[in-house]
């Protein structure tokens, strides 16, 4: 027979690990009730202790007590390790799900204009845009950059309000031309963070990413 290999184990809830913290709570109780069983048993005479401890002192009934004490404990670890969703496969979440806020950053720069492939790149990247938001769940954002990056519509639940200005998105509307993807990148750390977001998700459309870029990219990451 062939073991699994733990290697490729995966928690889907690891957060319910938490909830095992407890097991050590749950046998200081019960060895708390047996030595205060005890204490009665040194106190009492023998024939009041069944009337006192609602069970009697026989060894045989203790050891029950206790095999079902430990029992009850590998059942409860047992049952937290299955709320934690154990899977010997990872299955990567779609982008556009959770309740993570998404920000998305489109290049408008006079490049998006080529027409490969046609009729442009900037058509083709606000169908993209289109397909993403009529399939979110979730807070999105949007910004458009080219010298200098632009907020579109702040991060919102109502993905579909958002859709409503892809139409409009040209690189005619940006005041100076350029390809500053840090710019952009930066910009959509800020609207996380103004939106009172710790965390999220950027989706940046860019012909065009250089060094400054890359830096930003990582700053991103860190913030």
Do not use: C
Not at 38 to 58: I, M, S, T
Not at 106 to 129: I, T, Y
Not at 213 to 218: F, K, L, R
Request: hydrophobic share 50%; aromatic share 6%.
């Amino acid at each position: 027979m062939t073991l699994p290999d733990l290697s490729t184990l995966h928690l889907l809830r690891p957060d319910w690990l938490w909830a095992l913290s407890l097991l050590p709570v749950l046998a200081a109780v019960w060895a708390l009730r047996r030595r205060r069983d005890g204490v009665w048993r040194e106190a009492v005479d023998a024939h009041l202790l069944p009337h006192l401890l609602d069970r009697g002192d026989r060894p045989r009934r203790r050891w029950t007590r206790g095999l079902g004490a430990l029992a009850g404990m590998l059942a409860y670890a047992f049952a937290v390790l299955a709320m934690t969703g154990p899977s010997w496969r990872q299955v990567e979440q779609p982008l556009w799900q959770g309740k993570l806020p998404l920000v998305m950053a489109l290049d408008l720069s006079s490049a998006g204009m080529a027409a490969d492939p046609p009729p442009s790149r900037v058509a083709q990247a606000r169908a993209k845009l289109g397909a993403l938001l009529a399939a979110r769940d979730g807070p999105v954002g949007l910004l458009v950059y080219a010298d200098d990056a632009f907020t579109v519509a702040p991060i919102t639940d109502d993905a579909a309000n958002v859709a409503l200005f892809l139409d409009a998105l040209s690189p005619d509307i940006m005041p100076v031309d350029g390809q500053r993807a840090d710019r952009a990148l930066a910009a959509a750390v800020r609207l996380m963070q103004q939106a009172g977001f710790e965390k999220g998700r950027i989706l940046l459309l860019a012909g065009e990413a250089d060094e400054r870029a890359v830096e930003a990219a990582g700053a991103a990451r860190a913030a």
